[in-house]
């Protein structure tokens, strides 16, 4: 059911931007694509959105579609260029990838992502999304209780709210653009 309100959605932002050509919502395409598990479709509009614009979020989604081909070299390049531009998901992402070659970059890519991360969790402010990247970065850095702590603080979150959580292997979207329905998950 879930898989297909996002296959809808996909093909709604699709129709959509047909319609207004000018307006960007092919980030917003990429992320339902995939998550509603059409791999070719989303890793398309992966390589549409980062032509049309080269933001971080789309260097970032582009990034990962480059890995899972085995395209190392573009995968390294877009992943630096998502960190460049801010993308707190490839700092950590791409920090783990370095970890077994280059350690000290590695860590100070992880250290920066965890540091926003858990400044924004104490202040009550980490977005629902940045939970589950917020626990790796911990678990990398072997704040081990730190990682405890904001997963019992998500794990309570689900159950007051039953909010279903996202899994931070998918896409990312620019936060733009979305529709609202309280029954897709989306990332802000």
């Known amino acids: 059911m879930k898989t ?97 070659k280059e350690k000290e970059k590695a860590e100070e890519l992880i250290q920066k992502a965890f540091d926003k991360w858990f400044k924004e969790f104490e202040e009550n402010k980490l977005s629902k999304n940045d939970f589950s990247r917020l626990i790796r970065a911990a678990k990398q850095l072997g704040k081990i209780q730190i990682a405890e702590q904001v997963q019992k603080a998500k794990d309570n979150l689900k159950n007051e709210k039953g909010i279903s959580w996202y899994n931070p292997d998918n896409t990312a979207t620019d936060g733009r653009e979305q529709l609202e329905n309280k029954n897709i998950n989306l990332l802000n």
Request: contains cysteine.
């Open 4 to 100: 297909e309100r996002h296959l809808k959605a996909a093909e709604t932002f699709e129709n959509i931007q047909q319609l207004d050509p000018n307006r960007r919502y092919e980030t917003s395409i990429c992320f339902h694509y995939a998550e509603a598990g059409r791999k070719k479709l989303s890793d398309n509009w992966a390589e549409i959105a980062y032509q049309k614009s080269p933001t971080s979020t789309n260097a970032y989604n582009l990034a990962l579609t480059k890995s899972l081909q085995g395209k190392t070299d573009e995968y390294k390049k877009l992943m630096e260029e998502a960190v460049t531009l801010g993308s707190d998901a490839a700092m950590l992402t791409y920090g783990e990838y370095l970890l077994s």
